[in-house]
DNA sequence: CATCTTTGTCCTGAGTGTGGAGAAAGTTGG
DNA sequence: CCAACTTTCTCCACACTCAGGACAAAGATG
C-alpha cells in the first residue's frame, strides 16, 4: 500500500478533512452545509482531494427524496499509529483516518529503563498490530510520555519520573524507525484530546482533565485547543502543596498532592494499613512481595472494607481541595478525572466533588459537571492519533 | 467634531488600525514591512481608510535617503473613555487612539452604592473631562467593573462584593448615555490588559496579572488573549483555600485567600496590632475613626516596623503559596502583581518570591519573572481603553 | 548634473470564490 | 406511465483579491 503523500494544500481542504474524520463520511452537499463554501468551490476542493488520494468517492448513498449523493471519505487505508507511554505500562494502538481504535495492545513496562529499551517494545507492538493485517504501514503516529515535552522539537524536558528520557529525541528517533510524520506531546495532553474527540468532553471547549496514575497531572483545554505553557509544563499539579508540613515528596519538597495521593501513594497506604493489622480485607490482597495496586484497594472497598473507603474519602478530599483550587481559577466547562485510578470509581468521584462543590465559587461550580472519563486506557492513544491527524490534516 | 463613524470592513483594515494603534505613525512603506502584504494591495486598503476618516495622511517624514514618505496616523480626533470601577474608588481617564492617556480623574466611592449612583460619578467625571477641552465626545468607552461579568452581553454576574449590580445591564446603560460603543470587562481582566499594552507584559504570550487590592483576583492571558472561562468567573483566586481551617470569610467558607490576605485584611491585621500596642508606629498612624490602609503599614515598614514587615512577609507568604500552585498549573512567562498593595512593594515581592521559587517545579519557574505592575493605576483605564479599541479595531 | 535610493502609483495577469443555469438522478402523486 | 417536484452535482460567466513588475516622484550623494 503507498502511505499518505499528499498534505492538504490549504485551510477549505484541511477543514474537509477534519470534516470528515470527525464526522465519517459524508457527501458533498452535506459537507456544503458544514464548511462556509459555495457549492461550485467546494466541489473544486473535493476533487482536488480526490485526486491526492487523500480521499475517496467509494459509491452512492441512498436517496435523501431527489438524487443520490456520493459518498466521499477519508481513505480507507489510512492508518494512525498510537502510543501512549505511562511510568509502568505501554499502549499501542492503530486507527483509522477516523481514529477508529482497529487493535489496542498492552505491556507493562517499567518507563525508567530507558528510551531504548521502551522504543524496542514500541517497535516490536507496532510490528505485531502490523503483522496481523490491520496495516500495512503508518501514516503517522502520536505518542505521549508521562513528562513535559518542549512540544514544537517533540523532546521531553527535565522529567522527573524518567530522567533518563531528559533531552532524547523522541520524535526525530521514532519518526526515523517508522518512516512517519510523528508527534510527541504530554501523556496527559494526550489524554484530554481523547476524550475531547470520543469521549465526555465533545463539545465542550474549555475543560480539565485530571489524570491520577502513578502521578498526578492535569491536562489543560482552551477554547478547544491544549494548552501547554511557556515551557510545556503546563498542568503539572502534582506538586502543588496541600498540608503544610506533611509528608516528604521525591521532589524535595513536603505536602506534595502526589505525596499524598496517587496510584503509587495510595498503594503504599494500603500496604501499611495491611500490615498493622488495620484491614484483613487489604491483608488478603496482599501478594507474595507484600504489594498491593490501587485495584485491590478498589475491590476492598467495593467488599466494604472501612479502611479501604476511608483511605479513597482521604485521598479524593486532598484531589478535590487542589481541583477546587483550579476550577475558581479556571472556570472550567467541564472537569474530568480518568488514569489508573478510575476504577476507585463513584467513591473517589463523590468526595471530590463535596469539595469542589464546597469550596469553589457558586458561579463556577453552578453548572460544572465532574465525572470520570469513558474511554479508559483507549483515551491516551485515540488522543496521540488525534494529534497526529490533527497536524497532518494542517495545510503543508 | 464628528465621531468615529466607519468600521474596518475586512481583517486587513483591522491589522492596519492595531499596528497604527501600537505602533504609533508610520509610512505605507513601514506599514508594509509589517503586514505580509504587497505595496499594491496595501495601499488600496490604506487609501480606503483614509477615506473612512479612520485614518489621516498628515505631512510628509524626513527622508530615509530617497523620496519623502507620507505620515499615515490615526485620525487625531479620536477619543475612548477608559473606565475603572474599583471597590473603594472610580478611575476616569481619556485617551487618543493610540492609548495615551490625555487625562485622568480619580475619585473615592464605595461601588455598594449601585450602579446608579456609581454612573452618576462615572458621567459627572467624564463630562469634566469633556469640558476641559482633551475631547469633544468619546468613539468609544471600556469599563471595568470588581466582579464576574458576562462578557459578551456586559452584564455583571452575581458579583459578591457588589451585590446591587447583579444584572444591570452596563453594557446598554453606559452605551446609551455616552452615545458610543461601550465594552464591560472584570476589572482584573483590564489590568493585566493594560500592563499587556504599556508595561511590563508587552511581548509575552501567557500570563498571570495578580491584582490586589480590596479584595483579590487574577487576570489569565493565554496567546496574547484574556481568558475568562465559562461563565466569566475564570480568575477569581481570593476564595482559594491557604487554611485548613483558617479565618472565617464573607463567602461563608474558612480561610480563604482573601481573608487573610487583601488590602482589606491587611488594613484589619495592622489595626488589631495598633490598638493591642504591638507597634508604635503603627498606632501613631491610626487616624480618628481608628483606622489604617495598606498605605499606613508601607510607610511604617519603610521605617523599619518589625510589625508591619511582619504582616506584609505573613501575607506575602499566602498569597506566594497560592501563585506556586498556580504557576504549576498555568506555566506562565510572566507574573505581575499590582492592585493597592503595590506600595508594599519590594517587601511584599520578596516573599512572594520566596514562595513560588521554593515550591513550584524548577522547569516552570526556571525562567520566571515575578514583577509588580508598572502602571499603577493608569493600568486599569489603559486596559478598559485597550478593550474597547480592540472591539472597533476588528471587522464590522 | 548624473546616479542611486526610497516611496508611492499603475497595470496586467493569475488565482479565488460566488451565484445562477441547467443537467442528472431520483421520489411522489395522479 | 407521466408530470411535477427534490436533491445532487457540474459548468460557466463574472467580480474580487492579490502579487509582482514597470514606472513615476522626490529626495540624497558625489
Not at 336 to 358: E, F
Request: aromatic share 4%; with cysteine.
Amino acid at each position: 500500500m503507498r502511505r499518505m503523500t499528499a498534505r492538504p494544500a490549504n485551510t477549505h481542504q484541511a477543514r474537509l478533512l477534519r470534516l470528515l474524520r470527525d464526522g465519517g463520511p459524508n457527501s458533498r452537499a452535506q459537507l456544503g452545509d458544514q464548511i462556509d463554501l459555495s457549492r461550485s468551490k467546494l466541489a473544486v476542493e473535493v476533487d482536488r482531494l480526490l485526486e491526492t488520494g487523500l480521499v475517496v468517492a467509494d459509491g452512492l448513498a441512498a436517496s435523501r427524496g431527489g438524487r443520490r449523493s456520493h459518498n466521499i471519505r477519508l481513505a480507507p487505508g489510512l492508518r494512525f499509529l498510537g502510543v501512549d507511554i505511562g511510568a509502568t505500562s505501554i499502549d499501542v494502538a492503530v486507527t483509522n483516518a477516523e481514529l477508529e481504535v482497529l487493535g489496542h495492545l498492552n505491556h507493562p513496562m517499567d518507563v525508567r529503563e530507558g528510551p531504548v529499551a521502551v522504543f524496542e517494545q514500541v517497535l516490536a507492538m507496532a510490528a505485531k498490530l502490523r503483522a496481523s493485517g490491520l496495516a500495512e504501514g503508518f501514516d503517522g503516529a502520536g505518542i505521549g510520555v508521562p513528562g513535559p515535552v518542549r512540544f514544537p522539537e517533540g523532546v521531553p524536558v527535565a522529567p522527573p519520573i524518567m530522567p533518563g528520557w531528559d533531552g532524547f529525541p523522541v520524535r526525530e528517533a521514532l519518526s526515523q524507525e517508522l518512516g512517519c510524520p510523528v508527534m510527541v506531546d504530554n501523556d496527559v495532553n494526550l489524554m484530554a484530546l481523547g476524550e475531547q474527540h470520543a469521549g465526555v468532553a465533545r463539545s465542550v471547549g474549555d475543560f480539565l482533565c485530571v489524570k491520577i496514575g502513578t502521578g498526578i497531572g492535569c491536562g489543560i483545554v482552551v477554547g478547544g485547543e491544549v494548552y501547554r505553557g511557556t515551557t510545556g509544563s503546563a498542568g503539572d499539579i502534582g506538586h502543588i502543596q496541600v498540608e503544610p508540613d506533611g509528608r516528604a515528596c521525591a521532589c524535595g519538597n513536603r505536602g506534595c498532592l502526589e505525596a499524598h495521593f496517587s496510584g503509587a501513594a495510595l498503594a503504599r497506604d494500603a500496604e501499611d494499613a495491611a500490615r498493622a493489622g488495620r484491614s484483613p480485607e487489604l491483608a488478603a490482597r496482599l501478594d507474595g512481595a507484600g504489594k498491593l495496586t490501587a485495584v485491590d484497594v478498589a475491590a476492598a472497598a467495593a467488599a466494604g472494607d472501612p479502611t479501604a473507603l476511608d483511605l479513597i474519602r482521604e485521598g479524593g478530599n486532598k484531589v478535590g481541595q487542589v481541583i477546587a483550587g483550579l476550577v475558581s481559577f479556571f472556570n472550567p466547562g467541564l472537569v474530568v478525572i480518568g488514569g489508573g485510578v478510575t476504577g476507585l470509581g463513584h467513591n473517589l468521584l463523590a468526595s471530590v466533588r463535596t469539595q469542589v462543590y464546597r469550596q469553589s465559587l457558586p458561579l463556577a461550580t453552578g453548572n460544572l459537571p465532574i465525572v470520570l472519563g469513558e474511554l479508559g486506557p483507549v483515551a491516551g492513544v485515540t488522543g496521540a492519533a488525534r494529534l497526529i491527524s490533527d497536524h497532518l490534516f494542517s495545510p503543508a
